[in-house]
């Protein structure tokens, strides 16, 4: 037998043991009495995402298929066997009470080969539990407050922007404006840096931040590969960061530690607290335990995760709010005389303004509710689980379990009139009487989104200055009703969103 023959033979055995696998994988739901749809070859449930359809409209049809089918019903993630969560009782459950045995995300990760992906989001098990106490302290009250004026400064920049923009052209995309704000918020709360993208004068940043989100990797092909089959990913050395990404973003942290540390800068934000753990300087948590030895990796993985969180989606968040107040120009002029209200109260904008702006809290929660940037809450079981009243259901160690955010969110029995802008669905006897883990925005239990408070806060701030200064409406430019980006597995606007802006 000839070394071709051998190859040839090789080859086809090694395909048939594959297309078992995927076969016992396939029928997997099947097998066990559990309702699923027939999944796609490669991407399973997610058969069309990022090509015919967005992530959000694909989960959202499966949850009003299969949302009074049982707790859970069958899905693949890719080509692993999932748990599709519907049941509000038994998502609490997961994300909350029963916590430690659904504590991973099951994202890939590797850090040897791609460091930036070692970051706080997708680590799992010791490493994300260590991770987060060491980052907590950023995130408290008193962080936020001593961010506070960076990030007024900048939203007030924003305000000049938009003003002498709207001399030449009333019609504003305001998805690119905000998206501008955001990023100068981040350069400077996370490295001190002047990026001037509201200005025009730092493309390259936000083409960078742009690329992280939206550029896949070896396309489709990688996603499923990292997702449905890890190990092997791991063998092959497979990245999820596109190279130039990794090296412009690795560039940037390293520069701005030299600088920070050569100068002895302080400036009590974001980047201050990693180097000192790089340090070995004594920082502690809220409960006292001491925070130190950050890798040069790893501050440069939190370093970037916290620009992607922080810029996409709270700019989206931003122009999604303002698209609809512009067609609502009654809840428009409720926020406007409420954030002139609590500042005529004041000398200055301070942080505790924004907590009596509770209308406007309102605005951008109703917003979140619509838009649910990020659509799914993913978590992997760390051992068999049996569901709660009915064990003949397990959730089996290392399936992952899927939570259609966006979809319960438009569940017309949690939230009358789903499709409706309605900020008073948050208004406080509304919350008050709503199952808490029905507003999965920000996720809920301890791995809620640890940069909460700092999105609520940027946001808040711009969107009060915008609206104290504009008035925004619709204008023939506007995409009623709004279409979405397919290729991002976030929640975005295909295009930008234009509407009228004027000076008040």
């Not at 994988?25 to 097998?31: C, H, L």
């Not at 015919?52 to 298929?65: A, C, F, G, H, P």
């Not at 070896?218 to 996603?223: D, E, Q």
Request: charged share 25%; glycine share 6%.
């Amino acid at each position: 037998m000839d070394l071709t023959t051998i190859l040839l033979a090789t080859v086809v055995l090694l395909l048939m043991y594959l297309g078992l696998m995927l076969y016992k994988r396939y029928t997997y739901w099947e097998a066990q009495g559990v309702p699923c749809d027939r999944p796609n070859w490669l991407l399973g449930s997610l058969g069309g995402a990022m090509t015919s359809k967005t992530v959000e409209q694909i989960l959202r049809e499966y949850y009003q298929k299969y949302r009074n089918s049982g707790p859970f019903v069958g899905f693949y993630w890719f080509t692993k066997p999932a748990a599709f969560v519907t049941d509000p009782q038994l998502l609490k459950q997961i994300l909350v009470k029963d916590f430690s045995k659904f504590t991973d995300r099951g994202l890939y990760c590797n850090e040897e080969d791609d460091p930036l992906s070692g970051n706080l989001f997708n680590l799992d098990g010791n490493k994300w539990r260590h991770m987060r106490t060491k980052l907590t302290p950023t995130f408290t009250s008193g962080k936020m407050k001593g961010m506070f004026p960076f990030v007024t400064k900048l939203a007030h920049d924003m305000v000049d922007v938009v003003g002498d923009r709207i001399m030449v052209n009333p019609i504003l995309d305001v998805k690119d404006m905000a998206a501008c704000f955001t990023i100068d918020v981040i350069g400077s709360c996370a490295f001190g840096l002047e990026m001037n993208c509201l200005r025009g004068r730092n493309p390259e940043f936000r083409n960078m931040c742009r690329r992280a989100f939206v550029v896949q990797r070896y396309g489709v092909l990688g996603l499923a590969l990292r997702f449905g089959f890890p190990e092997l990913a791991h063998k092959l050395h497979i990245t999820e960061t596109m190279p130039d990404v990794e090296k412009f973003f690795m560039g940037i942290v390293k520069d701005t530690v030299e600088m920070r540390e050569k100068n002895n800068i302080k400036r009590n934000d974001f980047m201050d607290m990693l180097i000192d753990m790089k340090n070995n300087k004594l920082v502690k948590s809220e409960d006292g335990e001491e925070l130190t030895n950050l890798t040069f990796g790893q501050i440069a993985a939190q370093a970037f995760v916290f620009i992607l969180a922080g810029f996409e989606t709270s700019s989206t968040t931003m122009s999604f709010a303002l698209y609809e107040l512009a067609q609502n120009q009654e809840a428009q002029q409720k926020a406007r005389e409420e954030i002139e209200e609590v500042l005529g109260r004041h000398k200055e904008f301070s942080y505790e303004c924004l907590k009596e702006m509770t209308y406007l809290s309102q605005v951008m929660q109703e917003t979140l509710r619509l838009y649910t940037i990020v659509v799914f809450l993913n978590r992997q079981a760390v051992e068999d689980y049996p569901v709660p009243g009915n064990s003949k259901l397990v959730i089996k160690k290392g399936m992952p379990v899927i939570i259609p955010a966006g979809a319960i969110h438009r569940d017309e029995r949690y939230f009358p009139e789903p499709n409706v802008f309605n900020p008073d669905n948050f208004a406080p006897e509304k919350v008050a009487a709503r199952d808490s883990v029905l507003n999965l925005s920000f996720g809920d239990g301890p791995r809620t989104c640890i940069g909460m408070r700092f999105g609520k806060m940027q946001t808040m701030i711009g969107l009060a200055l915008l609206l104290k200064h504009f008035k925004f409406s619709v204008c023939e430019r506007t995409q009623i009703p709004m279409k979405l980006d397919k290729t991002n597995m976030l929640v975005s606007a295909d295009g930008g969103v234009y509407l009228k802006v004027e000076k008040i």
